[in-house]
């Protein structure tokens, strides 16, 4: 517990005796060496690094996955023996024509991974964690986390997760391969498939590890949002990027511990012989006469009451740093600042009561799937109210176009594009020709996967300054966003249109299927658009990488003339934040083009005589 | 100079509370799971074993005896409170046996883990909460043997606030309980 004392003593000493700098007290007495510093340590802004990093390192990896296996869906007859080197035994070799396909247990183990890794390392753990990280200390005034402890363990329980994760890639026989929502029975009996085997065993290990990372940095985050903000920063003057965070923390908190009962039931099913979920299963002929009077729904129950929270605890941070973006790059307050607020509120109640139109077509009663589907359509209204809000943040806005406000843009374009065809799958009855096919990894592709990508780019280019001082490229910046947006629209537009033409998801192979075969010129063109897009990224890590050590130098602290917080904190400022006393807030977070005179006010001016503050 | 702010409640403290939500939020998954699957039929029902109140006994005398070894920690009553909280965390272990002595009741009568999902669903609730307990003791000691390595006690804000947090966190614990064995009883 010996974070007690930093909490209370040494970050709060400036706070509580008012002006005289304390650099002595908060420097860097946890921080003497490399390895405090850089690996174990206890700042909000290195542990930002770290989950940004360690979300890089996974979005390669899984990003990498889908090109093989869409190599696969473009290219079924190439061959592939020249991957071989990199896959081992996962290619398998024709021996009289030497040509080289992929193994189809192993086509499903890397659509499940390329899923899970994206989902929870890259979208959850990497841009929640990146951002939440970063900027809740920054943005409310405080010297860090309310326990610098437990959010270095968040870090640690991820990186330790991932590992585990990762050695699941080497098993002999292969990672956990029955999909990212690791329904049982496959995820159950070991004899289902080959990643059922060990591979499963390390996937539940490696979550589990996973969501007690979640549970220790949304502790905190909720603790320092609510406990910790400096003088006069009220609720309502909380920037739309905390409100988001805080909301986002609040969700896990409620819906991870839940999918965690699933794990553990699945865990018992698996170890203890217990059958949860299993009820008169066949496998390869051969009755499991023991295992029966469990459910494989109610697994899904379990699953998707987390699952559907997840895809908001994946966007909602993604919403808070567009807000900020667009706000402060088109030099405009937020349209609607507390419609925000109420937005977000109104989403996170509501996504806990929509999960079941994952399930329409498990045969669940039609009276009760109305339920869902009204509650589903519902929340697409405080979803409208925020895409009005922000483009009526933008509307006759003075746009600085650079790169943090085009992938914010972006983001809005794709939100719409997702969230229209959402409106189909959400109705029960359309639902049945559309579940399980192209059309929903289409849906959600755009407006999650790429849409929140979008929003964790904006970002990344948006905050770079902060993280390392430095600028990223502009031009390399300007490329890669183009090439995304363009890229990610010929990926997924078409798929869409597969998916209506009724082609399923999750199959290796569409070569026995007549009905399908039209659309191989499709499928290739999919798979080259996805190349392209890959490389691109390489072009931002390279801008990402270099520019940490030679992008244009920071020169003034507020490079955006942003008003809010975190730009009153010194260029590369170390353990503590403010070297001094931390600011106090006077005002909303969105004064900006308020006054003919003046282009911006920040947080921490006081309101002059009778000035209203904005926003109320 | 801006006066001290302050503070209802002590970030930690808020922390851990915001840590009992999302813990019962586990427990409420369990419990709702087996409401649902109780409503498919085909549901076993046994007798609880005796151990299992007993249990309940024993951790409620627990949680009131640390409450009153937080009341005399707070006078700085050094015999009083070794005496209390040694109790207190020797009930927890005791609680600890009892309960697996119940288990191997339920053995002996021919319920075991897999025969049903009844039993099944006790217990992976029975091996949740024990795990919960046990993080409950680990902390409880720690407390303890920090209390107690000098021959005095001497009261600083930290350690009181450790103290608490411990209090919170083991009545915690022994309401979840409370929460199971009533949870199921109704569901008999
Ligand atoms: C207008 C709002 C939305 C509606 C009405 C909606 C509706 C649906 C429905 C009904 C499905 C199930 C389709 C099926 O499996 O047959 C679905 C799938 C999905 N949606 Fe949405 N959605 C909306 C917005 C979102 C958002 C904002 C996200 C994420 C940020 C999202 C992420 C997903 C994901 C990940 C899946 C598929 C999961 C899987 O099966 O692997 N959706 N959506
Ligand atoms: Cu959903």
């Known amino acids: 517990m010996a974070d007690i004392s930093v909490t209370d003593q040494d970050l709060h000493h400036g706070e509580d005796h008012g002006d005289h700098g304390h650099d002595d007290h908060h420097g860097d007495k946890y921080q003497s060496s490399f390895i405090d510093r850089y690996l174990f340590s206890m700042d909000h802004k290195t542990i930002a690094k770290q989950f940004l990093m360690t979300g890089m390192f996974w979005a390669v990896i899984g990003a990498g996955m889908s090109i093989i296996f869409r190599l696969q869906l473009g290219f079924p007859d190439a061959d592939l023996s020249w991957l071989q080197p990199l896959l081992g035994g996962w290619i398998d070799i024709n021996p009289s024509t030497g040509v080289g396909s992929l193994n189809p247990d192993f086509y499903y183990a890397l659509v499940t991974m390329h899923g899970t890794i994206i989902v929870f390392f890259v979208l959850t753990a990497g841009l929640s964690g990146t951002f939440s990280n970063l900027l809740i200390p920054l943005q409310i005034g405080a010297r860090d986390m309310a326990s610098p402890m437990l959010n270095m363990f968040s870090y640690w329980f991820f990186f330790l997760s991932g590992v585990v994760m990762f050695a699941s890639l ?4 292969g990672p956990f391969s029955g999909g990212w929502t690791a329904y049982p029975p496959l995820s159950e009996l070991p004899q289902a498939s080959d990643g059922s085997k060990a591979g499963m065993t390390l996937w539940l290990l490696s979550l589990v590890l996973f969501v007690v990372s979640v549970l220790l940095g949304g502790i905190n985050y909720i603790t320092t949002i609510l406990n910790m903000r400096t003088k006069g920063m009220s609720m309502f003057r909380m920037p739309l990027t905390i409100w988001a965070f805080l909301v986002t923390a609040i969700i896990g908190l409620l819906s991870f511990p839940v999918i965690a009962s699933g794990f553990f039931m699945v865990l018992f099913d698996r170890a203890l012989g217990t ?58 307050p937020i349209f609607g600042y507390k419609a925000m607020v109420f937005s977000i509120l109104a989403i996170a109640v509501l996504s806990f009561l929509v999960w079941a139109h994952h399930m329409f077509m498990t045969g669940m009663n039609p009276f009760v799937a109305n339920i869902f589907v009204l509650f589903t359509l519902i ?32 983001f809005v374009s794709l939100f719409i594009s997702g969230g229209l065809t959402g409106l189909f799958l959400g109705n029960a009855a359309i639902d049945i020709q559309q579940h399980d096919t192209y059309f929903v990894v289409a849906h959600f592709h755009v407006v999650m996967g790429v849409a929140a990508f979008f929003g964790m780019f904006a970002g990344v280019y948006h905050w770079f300054p902060r993280m390392f001082g430095r600028f990223m490229n502009e031009t390399l910046g300007k490329i890669h966003f183009w090439g995304t947006l363009i890229g990610a629209y010929a990926i997924f537009g078409p798929m869409h249109y597969l998916g209506m033409a009724g082609v399923p998801r999750r199959y290796y192979s569409f070569d026995t299927f007549s009905a399908f075969a039209d659309f191989d ?50 260029i590369n400022a170390g353990h503590g934040n403010w070297p001094g006393a931390i600011p106090h807030v006077h005002r909303w977070p969105y004064d900006l083009s308020r006054y003919e005179d003046r282009d911006f006010v920040p947080q921490t001016e006081p309101l002059a005589e009778g000035e209203i503050d904005g926003g109320h | 100079m ?54 309940t006994g024993v951790i409620l005398s627990s949680s009131i005896l640390l409450h009153m070894a937080y009341k005399a920690f707070v006078k700085e009553n050094y015999q009083l409170f070794r005496g209390l909280g040694i109790a207190s965390s020797v009930l927890g272990i005791v609680f600890l046996i009892l309960q697996y002595q119940g288990w191997i009741a339920l053995n002996d009568i021919g319920v075991f883990l897999h025969t049903n999902q009844s039993s099944s669903f006790l217990g992976v609730m029975l091996l949740a909460h024990s795990f919960h307990l046990v993080g409950g003791l680990a902390a409880l000691s720690i407390v303890l043997t920090y209390a107690l390595r000098k021959k005095t006690l001497k009261l600083t804000p930290k350690r009181q606030l450790r103290m608490e947090l411990v209090c919170t966190f083991w009545h915690f614990v022994d ?11 109704i569901q008999q």
């Open chain 1, 521 to 570: 010129m499709m499928n290739k063109f999919m798979t080259i658009a996805a190349i392209v897009v890959f490389l691109i990224q390489i072009l931002f890590l390279i801008n990402f990488f270099y520019s940490i050590y030679k992008g244009k130098k920071q020169t003034t602290m507020n490079p955006w003339e942003a008003t809010t917080l975190e730009w009153t904190a010194p």
């Open chain 2, 2 to 55: 801006t006066a001290p702010r302050v503070r209802r409640i002590h970030p930690q403290k808020f922390a851990l509370w915001v840590g009992i939500i999302s813990m019962t939020m586990l427990f409420s998954a369990f419990t709702s799971a087996y409401i649902v699957r109780k409503s498919a039929g085909n549901w076993l029902s046994f007798p609880l074993p005796d151990a299992f109140f007993y249990s």
């Open chain 2, 175 to 185: 309401i979840l309980w409370l929460y199971i064995i009533v949870f199921i009883l």
């Open chain 1, 170 to 173: 080497f098993l002999n026989t």
């Open chain 1, 379 to 410: 929340i697409a209204v405080p979803s409208a109210v925020k895409v009005f809000n922000w483009i009526a943040t933008i509307w006759g806005g003075n746009l600085r176009f650079n790169t943090p406000l085009l992938f914010a843009i972006g």
């Open chain 1, 275 to 332: 059958s949860f979920f299993l009820n008169e299963i066949y496998v390869a002929g051969e009755a499991l006469t023991e295992r029966v009077g469990g459910s494989a729904i109610l697994f899904q129950h379990l699953f998707w009451f987390l699952g559907h929270p997840e895809v908001y605890i994946i966007i909602l941070p993604a919403m808070g740093i567009v807000s900020e973006v667009l706000s402060v790059h088109s030099r405009k």
